[in-house]
T-cell receptor, first 115, second 118 residues
Framework: GNSVTQMEGPVTLSEEAFLTINCTYT??????LFWYVQYPGEGLQLLLK?????DKGSNKGFEATYRKETTSFHLEKGSVQVSDSAVYFC??????????????FGSGTRLLVRP | GAVVSQHPSRVICKSGTSVKIECRSL??????MFWYRQFPKQSLMLMAT?????????EQGVEKDKFLINHASLTLSTLTVTSAHPEDSSFYIC??????????????FGPGTRLLVL
């Protein structure tokens, strides 16, 4: 079945450090991949997405590239800020040919950025 | 934009009572909405898929009679936790699926409802 595996957190970084949060997936067909962010006490916000192999999603300085050969979608940011402290979820959605369109989430990675 | 609201944002109730949570898509029509449950420091667990005008599809292990879902219009889905007990205390999040220009559909999430059952 489809699944998403994320690196365990928490990840603690100093401000302006480089961020990588690893995400790998298992899926049949050609899934779409997402990163969602959840700030404390809030719901999820879509951060970025990629719908096909080699696509790069980017937003607010974050980026992730859909790597089909390594089944990965690692999240990166060159210089993190304190305001980036949140929980980040990697997710996949099955091929559009799948009528369920369910999102399958990874376990989430908590990021803490210190001043 | 694509805004999804939930009401209430926080609710405290006594054991044995029922609680209704509303999920609204404010600026688009959503034929499908999803209900998730999130335990502290854990990922989201899909509870059910709510389709406008038809019965909800529940995930394995989710009690249909416990978590009643109604999707009466293209902008509103409700989740009713019946005869709530302390173990039902959780963060409930809904999402609504919106079709984009290219036909691609993306889920937009509500801010969540924190339920505490005493």
């Amino acid at each position: 079945g489809n699944s998403v595996t994320q690196m365990e957190g928490p990840v603690t970084l100093s401000e302006e450090a480089f961020l990588t949060i690893n995400c790998t997936y298992t899926a049949t067909g050609y899934p779409s991949l997402f990163w969602y962010v959840q700030y404390p006490g809030e719901g999820l916000q879509l951060l970025l997405k990629a719908t096909k192999a080699d696509d790069k999603g980017s937003n607010k300085g974050f980026e992730a590239t859909y790597r089909k050969e390594t089944t990965s979608f690692h999240l990166e940011k060159g210089s993190v800020q304190v305001s980036d402290s949140a929980v980040y979820f990697c997710a996949l959605s099955a091929s559009p040919m799948d009528s369920s369109y369910k999102l399958i989430f990874g376990s989430g990675t908590r990021l803490l950025v210190r001043p | 934009g694509a805004v999804v609201s939930q009401h209430p944002s926080r609710v405290i109730c006594k054991s044995g009572t029922s609680v209704k949570i509303e999920c609204r898509s404010l600026d688009f029509q959503a034929t499908t909405m999803f209900w998730y449950r999130q335990f502290p420091k854990q990922s989201l667990m899909l509870m059910a898929t709510s389709n406008e005008g038809s019965k909800a599809t529940y995930e394995q292990g989710v009690e249909k009679d416990k978590f009643l879902i109604n999707h009466a219009s293209l902008t509103l889905s409700t989740l009713t936790v019946t005869s709530a007990h302390p173990e039902d205390s959780s963060f409930y999040i809904c999402s609504a699926r919106k079709k984009g220009l290219a036909g691609w559909e993306t889920q937009y999430f509500g801010p969540g409802t924190r339920l505490l059952v005493l």
